[in-house]
């Protein structure tokens, strides 16, 4: 059972390019089963996400990192009655867009844009992703998925102003997003500020002391678990404390929104979507612990000196690699010199770069730049 703000399938504006229903699965349910079939979804898995494979190969990358917002995402949607398939085809694709090396490479990219007046921005690239890139199908470019998907796409973590993008216009850029996915960018934040405590712990780079200072949540919680077991070893006590940090999180983001959804009295998508503000998010409490929670990470562990050689790293390959191509674009794959006939020829090697995974640009970068 739905509740009436939810998204209900049957009710979807439905796909560019009209196809016969599926005999046993409905459109948001297709829509996720094509991202989990796509290349760019199963590059995720050699893409960083914060820590590269010199740490450790059991740290989360882009994919890992997808599946574990993918469950959340599912779970918080389930207990508010919004349409589980939507929210979990929405978590897949969140992150498709990303570039190699994490934030680091699409800094860089984005860099390197700028110098011929473009940009780069991941949620952009990852709606060109999935109508243009991915070929899988006879009668149509890209994968077709349905408009609540591809809305989710542009809409789940920022609002696009109609007058810098009327390419989106279609989006119905003054509204606001469905639920499923308003969800997601908070999903996201969930899943990366206690799995970025996890790896950073796990790395040796955060200690628990330092945890256990910085981040007040954390402090509480750890006090209750070393109460209840006060033998067990502190790998251990700190899994029990960071699992009742998520369980908060996602308990708080379900009861707040379910309260905020009450209170705004909305009764259907359309109410949600005109509704003059984001109705799913924390309370102002818990708001305030997990922007906690992530300037600790900030200051702690993504601006730490242990990785900065390997951002430095990053942001030079991808310059390198942008210029080499600039001026030798013969050295282009043979589809990307066609695409550059009919786009600018730097759009086209932020295109080629956005794609490629961590070992592949590596092996570019040795070739070209070596
Ligand atoms: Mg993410």
């Not at 059972?1 to 998204?7: G, N």
């Not at 040796?204 to 007040?216: D, F, K, M, T, Y």
Request: with cysteine.
């Amino acid at each position: 059972m739905l509740a009436a703000y939810a998204v209900h399938v049957t009710q979807s504006r439905g796909r560019r390019f009209p196809e016969a229903r599926h005999p046993y699965r409905n459109d948001f349910q297709r829509d996720r089963d094509r991202v989990i079939h796509a290349r760019a979804f199963r590059r995720l898995e050699a893409k960083t996400q914060v820590f590269t494979r010199r740490y450790s190969d059991h740290f989360r990358n882009r994919l890992t990192h997808t599946l574990e917002v993918s469950q959340v995402s599912r779970t918080i949607a389930g207990a508010l009655d919004l349409n589980v398939d939507l929210a979990e085809a929405l978590a897949l694709v969140h992150d498709i867009g990303h570039p190699p090396f994490g934030h680091a490479g699409e800094k860089a990219l984005d860099a390197a844009m700028r110098e011929h007046g473009l940009f780069f921005d991941h949620n952009l690239h990852a709606l060109r992703i999935v109508e243009d890139f991915e070929q899988r199908y006879a009668a149509f470019r890209g994968l077709n998925l349905t408009f609540e998907v591809r809305e989710g796409i542009i809409k789940h973590s920022r609002d696009y102003d109609e007058k810098e993008h009327p390419e989106l216009a279609e989006y119905l850029l003054n509204q606001r997003p469905p639920l499923e996915a308003q969800l997601i960018d908070l999903t996201d934040e969930i899943a990366y500020n206690t799995a970025d405590l996890d790896d950073g712990y796990e790395a040796h780079l955060l200690s628990l002391e330092q945890i256990r200072e910085g981040v007040p949540l954390f402090e509480r919680f750890f006090g209750e678990v070393a109460q209840t077991y006060p033998d067990a070893p502190d790998k251990l006590k700190f899994n029990e404390t960071l699992k009742r940090v998520l369980n908060l999180f996602v308990d708080d983001l379900i009861r707040n929104t379910q309260r905020r959804v009450t209170g705004a009295r909305v009764q259907s998508v359309d109410e949600v979507r005109s509704h003059p503000e984001r109705l799913a998010g924390f309370s102002p409490e818990v708001e305030a612990e997990r922007r906690r929670n992530k300037e600790f990470l900030y200051e702690n562990l993504y601006f730490s000196p242990s990785l900065a050689d390997e951002k430095d790293d990053a942001e030079r390959i991808i310059r390198d690699l942008f210029t080499f191509w600039m001026t030798h674009p013969e050295s282009l794959p043979r589809s990307y010199r066609e695409k550059a006939e009919e786009e600018s020829l730097a759009r086209v090697i932020c295109d080629y770069i956005a794609g490629m995974t961590d070992p592949f640009i590596f092996e570019q970068h040795e070739k070209y730049c070596g």
